[in-house]
């Protein structure tokens, strides 16, 4: 049996453009969209990765896609040797500079100031290792490293490593998350928390936006070290 579609691809389509558009962080002059059976698909240029990251989380927002072909190129303004091409002297003096900022970015931000993270750049490419209390923090990191200009690729090997807590501590805590930020009861989703702290969320929401909100919960829950995502997506028709 074929399932009916609950909203047309021309209103998906419209509310996409209106998403980009509202969105501060994306310029959207060089983005296209496509729309077919409620895949949608983003083309063209952006200025950087953070740009294209925050093209692809507008159009999840729209109701009624569940799938996003991400399809953007990024082109650095100003920025060479990404792919390695330029000399060595060029790219050595960019890689330099983009470790300099990358540095006072992460003293910067009052989410990680105190926290232990180093990084490696190589042709624009940045490794981040280091340790810490949180998987919320460990996204943060790579967040505001790809903002720097220059930074053409992200590799987090960031470690995870809280304060031990119990598995009913931290699945009494991701239950009480979900009710504060999001107004869900999770009723319907089921929370396993293993020894390392990985939480697996199984179970139903009723829109990719109510499946973001439930593991943005669940990840700033202190303890958790990672989300296995399970939730079934039954929308309403």
Not at 133 to 156: H, L, M, Y
Request: proline share 2%; hydrophobic share 40%; charged share 30%.
């Amino acid at each position: 049996m074929v399932k009916v579609l609950s909203r047309s691809d021309a209103d998906i389509l419209e509310d996409v453009h209106r998403e980009l558009q509202w969105d501060t962080r994306i310029r959207g002059a060089g983005i296209g969209v496509e729309v077919d059976r409620g895949i949608v698909t983003l083309t063209g240029t952006v200025g950087s990765y953070a740009e294209r990251d925050a093209a692809e989380e507008a159009a999840h927002r729209v109701r009624g896609v569940q799938d996003v072909a991400n399809d953007m190129a990024v082109k650095l303004a100003g920025v060479r040797g990404c792919a390695g091409t330029d000399d060595s002297d060029t790219q050595r003096h960019i890689d330099t500079d983009i470790a300099a900022e990358l540095r006072e970015v992460l003293s910067e931000d009052p989410m990680l100031a105190t926290e232990h993270i180093e990084s490696t750049v190589s042709h624009g490419s940045v490794r981040l290792t280091g340790q810490v209390k949180s998987w919320e923090q460990q996204v943060e990191a790579a967040f505001d490293v790809r903002r720097i200009p220059g930074v053409c690729e992200v590799t987090n090997n960031i470690i995870v490593r809280a304060a031990p807590l119990s598995q009913d501590e931290v699945r009494s805590a991701i239950r009480k998350a979900l009710e504060h930020q999001a107004g869900i009861t999770a009723t319907s989703i089921d929370v396993v928390v293993d020894n390392d702290g990985t939480v697996t969320l199984m179970g139903s929401v009723q829109s990719f936006e109510e499946r973001r909100v439930v593991i943005d919960a669940t990840q700033k829950v202190p303890g958790v070290s990672s989300v296995d995502d399970r939730l079934r997506i039954e929308s309403q028709g």
